[in-house]
């Protein structure tokens, strides 16, 4: 074996998405003379970032003080908020929860936005690689993290080198920085090596689905933010869909599920479609053309699902450690707010970690996690329990003297036959995409089709076998890029056989699979650097 080229740094973060853009830019703001690297799975910075996404202004204020006179592309200030609760026909208008009023905040495409702050760090001297996907941590011989892997390129889908195979590089630096965003891949080995979840509830997790529209002209009324529970979900699934109105006549909407649904029969993208095609919705987009789509987890499991976020030589921040805020539907402030905090803390203390999670907890970002701790477990409950619930915490200010508990997603699922299935009341859906392949295609995901599969199932038999028998195959309806399918094998002979498919190119790295799988035996791993979706404005 050749030796592996490795690079040094002072400080490593791995994600270029708001958390670790904004920690390396307040790391050298403090240290000029610092060496810090910021690597990046996607083709380009902001490509497969996907949110909202409304944002609080506040960190970007305080990280930099002038950037409202140069904004980012898509920035138009929030100007009133409607907030509905709908039926399959029609709906009603509530009055607005505290929580999502967003005067003084602004809508942004959150792709856009990382683009918008790459250069900034580049600016200030922090090395900027997209394309390099961290495949793996490396360690110290005392166990502590060193760094990371690059994932090999070149590598052909039966393991041998293709003409063009190059070796990844090993980046060690004196400590690396977690920012992967939800359910990152090298957090989940970290979290489960250094036992850092061993004191909190499980972590939760919603999908949000988003496309980005261009509507005829005067249809949008920028700064417009619509908000909507209810229909097409049915009062057991938590589910809740947004619409911002963007400038230059572009409307981006979405529809988020929680992944703690029990309906086995229950389809996040066919949701998401179905609400579309609500007469409130479809009267805006009728006659637009869909621009872009994607879908991402969203890590919802707050306050009490907060893992510790430091071990000897590494720290997690933003969506990766888990700090959104769930009735805001907001976490690019916190990510912000993190990134910063995280700075400080090592600027101060000579890049050690400790000490970390202390200053975490005893700051803003997990004061206003507690106030809301108790919001998204009261909807297991059912959704009017759940809105009482919440109506009661807001008002108390999150004092209740309890903490309701999180359960993992992946175990909520109800068997097929245990379930009573609800009434779907769907509607025949007329716009655009017809199917989730449609989908694919606005998301411009790409693939090189001869690269080891990166959906690692651990036992196919279990899809064909038991998964089959008793929940009828989730995966191909929980994700929505349709890469799980079950195909029908006909033998010479003429007898058949079922087996699993996996279509990996048409991946839209969301993460449900990873997080949904009822037995645990999904593993979602970064593909050859650079793969994946290449989100326009999302």
Same mark, same amino acid.
Not at 404 to 423: F, R, V
Not at 454 to 468: E, G, Q, R, Y
Not at 519 to 538: A, F, K, T
């Given at each position: 074996?050749?030796?592996?080229?490795?690079?040094?740094?002072?400080?490593?973060?791995?994600?270029?998405?708001?958390?670790?853009?904004?920690?390396?830019?307040?790391?050298?703001?403090?240290?000029?003379?610092?060496?810090?690297?910021?690597?990046?799975?996607?083709?380009?910075?902001?490509?497969?970032?996907?949110?909202?996404?409304?944002?609080?202004?506040?960190?970007?204020?305080?990280?930099?003080?002038?950037?409202?006179?140069?904004?980012?592309?898509?920035?138009?200030?929030?100007?009133?908020?409607?907030?509905?609760?709908?039926?399959?026909?029609?709906?009603?208008?509530?009055?607005?929860?505290?929580?999502?009023?967003?005067?003084?905040?602004?809508?942004?495409?959150?792709?856009?936005?990382?683009?918008?702050?790459?250069?900034?760090?580049?600016?200030?001297?922090?090395?900027?690689?997209?394309?390099?996907?961290?495949?793996?941590?490396?360690?110290?011989?005392?166990?502590?993290?060193?760094?990371?892997?690059?994932?090999?390129?070149?590598?052909?889908?039966?393991?041998?080198?293709?003409?063009?195979?190059?070796?990844?590089?090993?980046?060690?630096?004196?400590? &690396?920085? !977690?920012?992967? @965003? *939800? /359910?990152?891949?090298? +957090?989940?080995?970290?979290?489960?090596?250094? $036992?850092?979840?061993?004191?909190?509830?499980?972590?939760?997790?919603?999908?949000?689905?988003?496309?980005?529209?261009?509507?005829?002209?005067?249809?949008?009324?920028?700064?417009?933010?619509?908000?909507?529970?209810?229909?097409?979900?049915?009062?057991?699934?938590?589910?809740?869909?947004?619409?911002?109105?963007?400038?230059?006549?572009?409307?981006?909407?979405?529809?988020?599920?929680?992944?703690?649904?029990?309906?086995?029969?229950?389809?996040?993208?066919?949701?998401?479609?179905?609400?579309?095609?609500?007469?409130?919705?479809?009267?805006?987009?009728?006659?637009? &053309?869909? !621009?872009?789509? @994607? *879908? /991402?987890?969203?890590? +919802?499991?707050?306050?009490?699902?907060?893992? $510790?976020?430091?071990?000897?030589?590494?720290?997690?921040?933003?969506?990766?450690?888990?700090?959104?805020?769930?009735?805001?539907?907001?976490?690019?402030?916190?990510?912000?707010?993190?990134?910063?905090?995280?700075?400080?803390?090592?600027?101060?203390?000579?890049?050690?970690?400790?000490?970390?999670?202390a200053k975490l907890r005893g700051s803003e970002v997990m004061a206003?996690?507690?106030?809301?701790?108790?919001?998204?477990?009261?909807?297991?409950?059912?959704?009017?329990?759940?809105?009482?619930?919440?109506?009661?915490?807001?008002?108390?200010?999150?004092?209740?003297?309890?903490? !309701?508990?999180?359960?993992?997603?992946?175990?909520?699922?109800?068997?097929?036959?245990?379930?009573?299935?609800?009434?779907?009341?769907?509607?025949?859906?007329?716009?655009?995409?017809?199917?989730?392949?449609?989908?694919?295609?606005?998301?411009?995901?790409?693939?090189?089709?001869?690269?080891?599969?990166?959906?690692?199932?651990?036992?196919?038999?279990?899809?064909?076998?038991?998964?089959?028998?008793?929940?009828?195959?989730?995966?191909?309806?929980?994700?929505?890029?349709?890469?799980?399918?079950?195909?029908?094998?006909?033998?010479?002979?003429?007898?058949?056989?079922?087996?699993?498919?996996?279509?990996?190119?048409?991946?839209?790295h969301c993460k449900t699979c990873d997080i949904k799988d009822p037995?645990?035996?999904?593993?979602?791993?970064?593909?050859?650097?650079?793969?994946?979706?290449?989100?326009?404005?999302?």
């Open positions: 074996m050749t030796e592996r080229e490795t690079m040094e740094y002072d400080v490593i973060v791995v994600g270029a998405g708001p958390a670790g853009l904004s920690f390396a830019i307040r790391l050298k703001q403090l240290k000029p003379d610092m060496t810090v690297c910021v690597i990046e799975k996607a083709s380009t910075i902001g490509a497969q970032i996907l949110s909202g996404a409304v944002i609080e202004p506040q960190p970007l204020d305080a990280l930099l003080p002038g950037w409202r006179d140069n904004p980012p592309p898509i920035c138009v200030p929030a100007t009133e908020d409607e907030f509905w609760l709908l039926s399959k026909t029609g709906g009603r208008k509530l009055p607005v929860p505290g929580t999502l009023n967003n005067h003084g905040n602004f809508i942004v495409s959150l792709g856009a936005m990382c683009a918008w702050l790459a250069p900034q760090a580049e600016a200030l001297g922090v090395d900027v690689f997209p394309g390099f996907a961290a495949a793996d941590t490396i360690y110290n011989e005392d166990g502590s993290v060193a760094g990371v892997r690059i994932g090999d390129m070149g590598v052909a889908k039966d393991g041998s080198h293709k003409p063009g195979y190059t070796q990844g590089i090993d980046i060690k630096a004196k400590v &690396t920085v !977690l920012a992967e @965003g *939800a /359910r990152g891949s090298l +957090t989940k080995q970290l979290v489960k090596r250094f $036992k850092l979840d061993q004191d909190s509830d499980p972590q939760g997790y919603s999908i949000g689905i988003k496309e980005l529209w261009q509507v005829p002209a005067g249809r949008a009324t920028p700064g417009k933010i619509f908000h909507s529970f209810g229909w097409p979900a049915d009062n057991h699934t938590y589910g809740g869909a947004f619409l911002y109105h963007l400038d230059k006549d572009r409307i981006a909407l979405g529809y988020v599920s929680g992944l703690d649904y029990k309906d086995p029969g229950y389809q996040p993208w066919e949701a998401f479609q179905q609400w579309k095609n609500h007469p409130k919705i479809k009267s805006l987009l009728e006659g637009g &053309t869909i !621009l872009s789509a @994607g *879908a /991402r987890a969203i890590v +919802t499991g707050g306050y009490q699902s907060l893992p $510790k976020v430091e071990m000897p030589g590494a720290l997690l921040i933003g969506d990766t450690a888990g700090l959104l805020n769930v009735p805001k539907i907001k976490g690019t402030h916190q990510a912000i707010r993190s990134g910063m905090l995280a700075a400080e803390h090592l600027a101060a203390n000579d890049l050690k970690p400790a000490g970390f999670d206003e996690l507690k106030k809301v701790r108790n919001i998204k477990p009261g909807f297991k409950k059912g959704l009017w329990f759940g809105l009482f619930n919440s109506a009661w915490e807001t008002v108390t200010g999150g004092k209740s003297p309890w903490t !309701l508990k999180n359960k993992p997603d992946w175990n909520s699922l109800h068997k097929l036959g245990q379930y009573e299935e609800p009434k779907r009341d769907y509607v025949q859906r007329e716009l655009a995409p017809r199917d989730r392949l449609a989908g694919v295609y606005f998301a411009a995901t790409e693939h090189d089709e001869n690269q080891p599969v990166h959906l690692h199932v651990a036992d196919t038999s279990v899809c064909v076998t038991k998964c089959a028998e008793e929940y009828g195959n989730p995966c191909t309806r929980f994700c929505p890029a349709n890469v799980y399918e079950i195909v029908q094998d006909t033998a010479p002979d003429g007898s058949s056989s079922k087996r699993l498919q996996i279509n990996a190119a048409n991946c839209v037995y645990e035996i999904i593993n979602w791993v970064p593909p050859e650097g650079g793969s994946g979706p290449n989100y326009q404005n999302l």
